[in-house]
């Protein structure tokens, strides 16, 4: 069976199922409107931990135990880990699995990584290589601030534009055969670079990475917006989400109610303080793993693309004058058996 | 067909073949013993930029840009490019592909990156998803300097068992059925954190897990090292090297001359003053893309084993006490059509 859909999309013919899924986070996420759809809120920054990287690390895997005990999978029966994060060196994935014994695949996808974890265990699944496999990424507001901007101690001030850095965590199990919503196709993004500059501006960077996938995503499989009961954007915050709404809207297409964002989703934007909505790849990996899948399983959706998207920037870059290219990986997930395209 | 063999290894039933490779390196690696084998070497530890950061970028650029040229494929041509480097938030990597419009998926696996995306790429081939695809890798010894030890200007003193950075980009072009050296198996390493924490013996602390991964492949393949005309480790220099082929005879099992390593290989260790050899994610993919491959070409070996090895450490995992972790994955690679196995 052709596999390649036009220029970015592939059709997974056997679409792997989410047998297990799990989602990690902090207690200023544990006060937001999903608090019932995450499996632990942790109130200690540290969980447990003396630092805040060995606490991601910590989030990370305790994240990828209850996934597997909740599948009644033995991590053992894991053919491989696609994992990452965006601490220097990728450092809480791989700490976070250095014990496992699984064979181990670092990305770095920087908010986009969950859905290019997801992609690519859907897509290795499906290639015939093993039977199952974690996707698995996150964050943690606390280690990012003083990596990206500045330690927690300095206070620095944020404008409306910026975004809170989540601190959360998600896995999700794929299995070939396996049992619940399933991979049916993804959109591998490339980059895009619009030229954006200011780094309290994430959402104007990343949103037209989101357009073009997305736009790649429809025009590859002949899709349209109202083909999807909810299509998730990573972590595009207010103003991110309002200018994909823009850009689709030149082209005369209506992303409508239809159209959510991870990080408009994760918190309360009126009352958290966190301006613009969260970020972080673990913004989009607890978000679909606690709440995106849920409801998945509870039927609230049946036909779901979620898009995560990602800043391939870095302090020294920005320092250098360069701007902020932006990238997004697409997967749809369809409940049932896949239909015929 | 049946592609997984034991716990770590894939066969790859349609073997899919290097139509294309280039390997760009700086000054000190063209002065080397394998100077012949590259493609360009830059004179400019800048490549005429202004900042080791965007020469990095610059230097992975066009070393993607040669290998399209070399094996006459238009860029456009390609389905997604798989790549990674040493710089936080793998940003040469991402700035040199943010212009392509190409598909990609950034990776983070420190010096075990070539291998990764080479194992990736073929399996993503193999799987019939997309008919060609581009795995790209580099490092620079200024903008790793800096990043992980020492400003250059500090001079700092370098002890016996330290490596040195190769300054390298090595780019491998696969294509489903082409001509070529064909990627017949892959072994993904697992993890191994053997409690090294010398910041100054990086192959002590990534050795155990090339053999680890090594082991696997033999014992997954029913194959051992006679089975091969070379076997490559990615940059344990001279240590590691002793180091595995030790762990082995351990085992009764004898690695021979056959195996090399390829921090070992990029300089000559008696006068270039690089102490135990060379190291970065560069440091294996230019010896890949520019000697073994070539070495293939040229009949010099029909069957070789690459196994990069890369230290999944940060400075701040070992400011805060922790020790190095290793991983290897091992890429198998044949020419002319894979035997039945």
């Not at 196709?185 to 500059?197: P, Q, S």
């Not at 009126?270 to 990996?285: F, I, K, P, W, Y």
């Not at 995106?292 to 998207?309: C, Q, S, Y």
């Not at 290219?325 to 697409?330: D, E, K, L, Q, T």
Request: with cysteine; charged share 20%; hydrophobic share 40%.
């Amino acid at each position: 069976m052709r596999k390649k859909l036009g220029k970015q999309t592939y059709l997974l013919p056997s679409a792997p199922a989410v047998v297990g899924r799990a989602a990690v986070v902090g207690q200023k996420e544990g006060e937001g409107p999903l608090r019932a759809c995450f499996d632990e809120i942790s109130e200690d920054s540290r969980f447990g931990e003396k630092t805040w990287e060995k606490a991601e690390s910590r989030m990370l895997r305790r994240c990828f135990e209850l996934a597997c005990q909740k599948a009644s999978l033995s991590p053992a029966a894991l053919d491989f880990v696609l994992s990452g994060d965006l601490l220097n060196q990728c450092v809480s994935s791989s700490f976070a699995m250095k014990d496992s014994a699984l064979p181990y695949l670092g990305l770095y996808g920087a908010c986009s990584t969950m859905a290019e974890s997801l992609a690519l265990a859907a897509m290795l699944l499906d290639g015939g290589f093993g039977s199952a496999a974690c996707a698995l990424t996150g964050s943690h507001f606390c280690s990012a601030e003083r990596q990206f901007r500045f330690p927690l101690e300095y206070g620095g001030q944020r404008c409306p534009t910026s975004q809170w850095t989540a601190t959360g965590a998600g896995a999700v199990l794929l299995q070939s055969g396996g049992v619940g919503a399933r991979v049916t196709h993804v959109t591998l993004g490339a980059i895009v670079d619009a030229g954006i500059k200011d780094l309290n501006a994430m959402g104007a960077a990343m949103a037209p990475a989101a357009y073009q996938t997305l736009k790649a995503h429809f025009a590859d499989t002949g899709r349209g917006p109202d083909d999807y009961d909810a299509i998730f954007t990573g972590d595009l915050g207010a103003l991110g989400h309002d200018l994909l709404q823009r850009l689709f809207r030149d082209d005369g297409v209506e992303l409508d109610c239809r159209y959510m964002d991870c990080g408009v989703l994760l918190y309360d934007l009126a009352t958290q303080d966190v301006h613009a909505g969260g970020s972080g790849c673990g913004c989009s990996a607890s978000v679909l793993a606690g709440h995106i899948l849920r409801g998945m399983e509870n039927g609230v959706w049946d036909r779901v693309l979620f898009a995560a998207t990602g800043a391939l920037m870095s302090p020294l870059t920005a320092q250098q004058g360069s701007a902020i290219p932006g990238v997004c990986h697409a997967v749809a997930l369809e409940n049932g058996r896949a239909r015929a395209c």
